[in-house]
């Protein structure tokens, strides 16, 4: 680490340092003793509490599960629907309509619709985060094709390839990066969504644990398991920017999200 | 010409998805209580409209999602111009709010529940909370990215601090302002409907959740659309607006 | 005739006033010879990060002249320019505009940067554009529409006060920022490289243009460019500059006829002679 990113990063965290001493000497000078709000300290302790009894674990483990699977689902369909529509203009253009009255009805809405169906569960968790991903990587991944340099599309004609071929060899490698993209950006929303269907209504994971140490008014442990949730959603996003960076390089520092 | 008629036919695409819907729910393949048919869908919709339940609930959520935005966009703002004019304030403050970002807003439900109960309140306060990120950030990077020649010229001009504010770095960042914006409203609506959902004041997010709750798929069905039609609404008149203040843009 | 002076008779001039040291100078104060000299640099270096960019600079130039500066790259023309601005002061010695030192940007110089796209606002129209300059300067708002309206008709852009800059060519454009320097009612225009990113002919209309309205309003020009030819065809002097650190090798007076014309000044013998003495003396400066 050079001398002017480390001094960036001791400024960085001056106002968090700042805050949370405050709060917690305000705190203790005022014998908080809060069913709304909680001492730093004490969230610490009760973070640390909930990690040693494996039960914060065994949450993280639910909504990554619903996470991971959602995830893995939503990429896959929306990929295809943007190869689909991005390479046969046609279609694109056909299907253009229903899609547009579509897209803006909210992920959120079909949580009802979804339970009603699939009954509280991972069955309905999963379907959701994948509905939600879906979108993002489609709109990305069709707009990358259309993106994709008129010339190679030439030059795969000239040099005579087949269809699969041209997939292959020319359209997948122009696109990859971008998909890359619509990736991290498709794992950002499904933790999002994934805790928002918990919060909500299902009786899973990290969400739902949030919400029985509400129920319970326990604001320590509420907000540790907030700060958890932060801290996976912080880990994963750093973690994919990494694999990023070195998997296509020159890539990263271009893209703003 | 060729546009209309390829619009004419995605039209009619989506005329026979809802034909195949019917026949769908007709042949009774799936349960009704799952897949209501288009008709009763239909039905659902205008009774809810007549009687003015439906539209009650929208209304709900309209005045929700628009004034959490709204209280937002306008906090995004003065923070973001702020932070993004003073290089000082934004090294100490960047990193934290890049932190708090990726942070689901629907997590701080329980924190702010806790805090405000369950009420009007604490739906905007959610709402605003989760639909500030991207007007702020966006307007950070509005201000800090104004092109150092437009000061010269104010400078060369002998401008006020004032009127460089207001007529050079305002309307430099607008374009960034302005998408964080729609971003915003998105993340507004998504957020209005979670805590109708789980705060129970009303709103199209309540109305789905006692749909599905009472198994009236046909209810349901029409709130999902309605939140359809508030999303394409709410998006379209952003762009809309967009368009017009950014007119100068498209040469 | 044409002749050219050396630095030392630059700096023989300057000696001929009784030598002062910058704290000695009253500031804000006239001077003994009111409307000689406009603008002056005494004995200017400017330094930026820590590297001499300017040394040594002193150079008059008088109310009306049109003086155009050149040199290769590095030779310090732009900051010599920025001095004049105000947007870089000097490390060391004065800048003067009538006697007082500028220290900051004022209204009375106006300047045209070489990269128009970035100097207008591109979300106000050209009419709007001029009228930024009076705003600035709290001009009545009654008498502004009449007076946009003659601007944009004297830089030939009488029907198109609606257009945004992103209609408009570039030479369109920049006919645009000079319109709104003229608002500004300056006594000096600063111009870098105005014409530096236009097609050639547009470049010789645009000329011609800063020639008739600097005879007409008896404006004072400091115009950098790295086309020589547009050097002596502009100007009254050519200051020849030579890098490392930025300073004045020579000064070129130019003594062609007025008015100029784009075909017979160019082809003058005059002309022709200073244009190769200019080549020759930037052929040996170049590093």
Redesign the interface.
């Known amino acids: 680490m050079t001398r002017p990113m480390r001094s960036a990063a001791l400024r960085g965290l001056v106002v968090p340092v700042t805050l949370i001493a405050t709060a917690e000497i305000a705190g203790r000078a005022a014998h908080l003793d809060s069913l709304t709000i909680a001492l730093p300290s004490h969230i610490v302790v009760a973070l640390a509490q909930a990690l040693a009894d494996g039960s914060l674990l065994q949450a993280t483990a639910e909504t990554l599960w619903a996470v991971l699977a959602g995830v893995a689902l939503g990429t896959a369909f929306g990929l295809a629907l943007g190869l689909a529509l991005g390479l046969a203009r046609p279609l694109d253009r056909l299907l253009a309509v229903l899609i547009e009255l579509l897209r803006p009805i909210p992920t959120v809405a079909l949580i009802p619709l979804v339970i009603l169906v699939a009954g509280l569960g991972y069955l309905t968790e999963i379907t959701i985060v994948a509905f939600g991903t879906m979108w993002p990587v489609f709109v990305i991944s069709r707009s990358a094709i259309l993106g994709v340099e008129p010339r190679l599309f030439e030059v795969a004609d000239a040099l005579g390839f087949s269809w699969p071929q041209r997939i292959q060899k020319f359209v997948l490698p122009s696109i990859a990066p971008r998909i890359f993209l619509a990736f991290r950006l498709a794992v950002g929303f499904a933790l999002i969504i994934a805790v928002t269907v918990e919060i909500t209504t299902n009786p899973l994971g990290l969400g739902n644990a949030m919400v029985v140490a509400q129920n319970a008014l326990n604001p320590a442990l509420t907000l540790a398991v907030l700060v958890w949730i932060g801290a996976i959603g912080w880990l994963f996003s750093r973690l994919l920017i990494i694999v990023e960076r070195v998997a296509f390089p020159g890539m990263g520092s271009a893209v703003r999200s | 010409m060729r546009r209309v008629a390829w619009w004419l036919a995605s039209l009619g695409v989506v005329a026979l998805v809802i034909y195949a819907w019917h026949l769908l729910a007709a042949a009774a393949v799936i349960s009704p209580v799952f897949l209501p048919s288009p008709q009763r869908v239909w039905t659902a919709l205008s009774r809810g409209i007549q009687s003015g339940a439906l539209t009650g609930y929208a209304l709900q959520t309209v005045v929700h999602m628009f004034w959490g935005w709204f209280a937002a966009s306008c906090a995004a703002i003065l923070l973001g111009s702020i932070i993004g004019m003073s290089p000082t304030i934004q090294a100490y403050l960047q990193p934290s709010l890049e932190a708090m970002r990726p942070l689901p807003a629907s997590a701080t439900i329980p924190i702010f529940t806790l805090a405000l109960g369950l009420n009007d309140g604490l739906v905007l306060t959610v709402i605003a909370f989760g639909a500030i990120w991207p007007t702020l950030l966006a307007t950070i990077y509005g201000f800090e990215s104004v092109?150092e020649?437009?000061y010269?010229?104010?400078?060369?001009?002998?401008?006020?601090k004032f009127?460089i504010v207001r007529?050079?770095a305002l309307?430099?960042a607008?374009p960034d302002i302005l998408a964080g914006m729609r971003v915003s409203v998105t993340i507004a609506l998504i957020l209005t409907i979670v805590c109708e959902m789980i705060a129970g004041v009303g709103g199209l997010g309540q109305w789905i959740l006692n749909a599905g709750r009472t198994f009236r798929a046909d209810n349901l069905f029409a709130g999902i659309l309605m939140l359809g039609l508030l999303g394409l609404i709410s998006t379209n008149l952003i762009i809309g607006t967009e368009r017009y203040m950014?007119r100068?843009?498209?040469? | 005739m044409i002749g050219y002076n050396k630095v030392s008779s630059v700096l023989a001039r300057g000696a001929m006033r009784p030598v002062e040291s910058p704290a000695d100078r009253p500031s804000g104060g006239s001077r003994a010879d009111p409307g000689a000299d406009l603008l002056e640099f005494w004995r200017v270096d400017v330094e930026l990060q820590g590297r001499p960019i300017l040394s040594g600079i002193d150079l008059s130039i008088r109310k009306g002249e049109i003086v155009c500066v050149v040199g290769p790259s590095g030779s310090g023309k732009t900051t010599m320019l920025r001095t004049l601005?105000?947007?870089t002061p000097p490390t060391a010695g004065q800048v003067l505009f009538q006697g007082q030192e500028i220290r900051?940007?004022?209204?009375d110089?106006?300047?045209v940067?070489q990269?128009y796209g970035?100097?207008l606002?591109?979300?106000?129209?050209a009419a709007k554009n001029v009228e930024?300059?009076m705003?600035?300067?709290n001009k009545p708002r009654a008498g502004r529409a009449a007076e946009i309206e003659r601007l944009l008709t004297l830089m030939g852009l009488g029907g198109h006060a609606d257009k945004?800059?992103?209609?408009m060519s570039g030479g369109m454009q920049q006919r645009l920022q000079i319109a709104r320097c003229l608002a500004?009612t300056p006594s000096v225009i600063l111009m870098d490289e105005p014409f530096g990113a236009l097609d050639a002919m547009t470049r010789q209309t645009l000329q011609d243009e800063v020639l008739k309205l600097v005879a007409a309003m008896q404006t004072t020009v400091f115009f950098v460019t790295h086309d020589l030819e547009e050097a002596i065809y502009l100007a009254d002097r050519v200051i020849a500059l030579q890098p490392n650190p930025g300073r004045i090798a020579r000064i070129f007076d130019v003594d062609l006829p007025s008015p100029r014309d784009q075909i017979s000044t160019r082809e003058h013998p005059a002309f022709l002679k200073l244009r190769r003495q200019l080549f020759d003396f930037v052929k040996g400066a170049e590093p």
């Open positions: 092109d020649r437009h010269e010229v104010a400078a060369a001009l002998g401008m006020s009127d007529k050079i309307p430099s607008l950014l100068w843009k498209q040469a | 601005s105000g947007f900051k940007p004022r209204r110089i106006a300047i940067f990269d970035r100097a606002l591109p979300w106000r129209n930024l300059a705003e600035a300067a945004y800059p992103a209609q500004q």
